[in-house]
DNA sequence: TCGCCTTTTGTAACTTTGTCACTGAACAAT
DNA sequence: ATTGTTCAGTGACAAAGTTACAAAAGGCGA
């Protein structure tokens, strides 16, 4: 069973008591795609380091849209958890897993003490911590500035393989992006139209 | 003269030492309304903590639309500046004062210092950050999620003053919601035809 | 292999929001 | 009082989002 430790460079710079602490406060658990650890009605009960997988955090409206605020990738920590623990806020984010996924779920309360007491700790919190600050001011600035269009080639460019495809459906994208599904298809239709790409159902091949 | 020591909290928790490396690395200057402390090909030479008055910290899209990303407020610091300054990164925000400001510049090196050795500096940063995290992630949502409409009423409740005046062009209420004169003056026309406001050149008088 | 069900995609009509190109009104300074 | 500047109003249009369906694709059991 992989561990922070072998997962984390921070780890590898802190002390062996507190990497013991962390050790007795942390629980290991592998979940399956598609489950929701955290948010609808559910309380925060740790802070979830991603070992393996990856994880999605979102919000859904009141008018019951929903979209995808980051995403958590492996050798990354829920930064929003981190943030409510420290605070003692509530946390009505909701958190999925995005594919199967090996998580260290850190208590609440060893987490305080590490942030508290371990520098190594606390440098990768902040460092995390800066990079999502940026990522959500970029966030803003695209959704104002940029058109859908451009955002969906982004997009396409940005999730496809080595290949140029991509196994998403267009309300997985509309949901990533803050649109609609409609929307994305009128596009990805004039793309097509245009020999950008090309769609199968529930995959979209990009080319050049 | 007012120092960062009389008005911000986490200077009264640091060491004798480290207040006096801050006081030799600070610089004190008072700017007036307008001033562009910031960005506009400026290289960023020291993060600005502000002591009276208030900055905006904004970005102008390619195609000239300007957009706030959020106010830093007396008693606050530009995250923003810091991170950059951490990360070694380019800063290309705009900054500029809404008032008359005291601000109090911290050099680069000095802040690198503080943040590696002073605890209470390093929680003060780390509170500023978290916060402006959570704002940025509500501005994200209430973009996608709220009707401009309804963001306008926010707006105008949450900057009227006691007796229910703000003193705002329609192209600033734009520029802060990331939105344009014309909706916000269509959408302001509609509020004043229904009674909730009344209209001046400059300013609105919001009732109830 | 055929029908059935679910998921995914397509589409038309409409509303909301943003853009463009002006016009006019209010205020300040000379 | 004239002039220039800033602020607000407006109509026509474009882009994006919503509503309400319909149609196709794929999986699955009989």
Redesign the pocket.
């Known amino acids: 069973m992989i561990k922070i430790s072998d997962k984390f460079e921070f780890a590898k710079k802190m002390t062996k008591a507190h990497l013991a602490a962390m050790d007795s406060g942390t629980i290991y658990k592998t979940i399956q795609k598609g489950t929701i650890i955290s948010g609808d009605s559910r309380r925060c009960n740790g802070i979830p380091f991603v070992l393996n997988g990856s994880l999605r955090l979102f919000r859904i409206s009141e008018s019951g ?1 929903e979209m995808t605020l980051y995403n958590i990738k492996s050798g990354e920590v829920c930064i929003m958890a981190a943030i409510c623990v420290m605070g003692h806020l509530d946390y009505d984010f909701t958190v999925e897993s995005q594919n199967k996924c090996d998580l260290a779920v850190v208590s609440p309360d060893v987490f305080r003490k590490l942030i508290i007491e371990s520098d190594p700790f606390k440098a990768y919190i902040f460092q995390m911590m800066a990079g999502r600050l940026l990522d959500s001011i970029n966030k803003i600035e695209s959704v104002n500035f940029i ?3 451009q955002r969906i080639k982004s997009y396409l460019q940005q999730h496809a393989d080595d290949d140029g495809l991509l196994n998403v ?3 997985q994208i509309a949901v990533d992006l803050g ?5 994305i ?2 596009h ?2 004039k793309l097509a139209a245009e020999g950008e790409i090309q ?4 995959s979209i091949q990009i080319f050049k």
Chains 1, 2 share one sequence.
Do not use: A, C
Request: avoid cysteine; charge should be positive.
């Open positions: 849209r058109s859908i269009e459906t267009h309300e649109s609609s599904r409609e929307v298809s009128r990805l239709k769609q199968k159902r529930g």
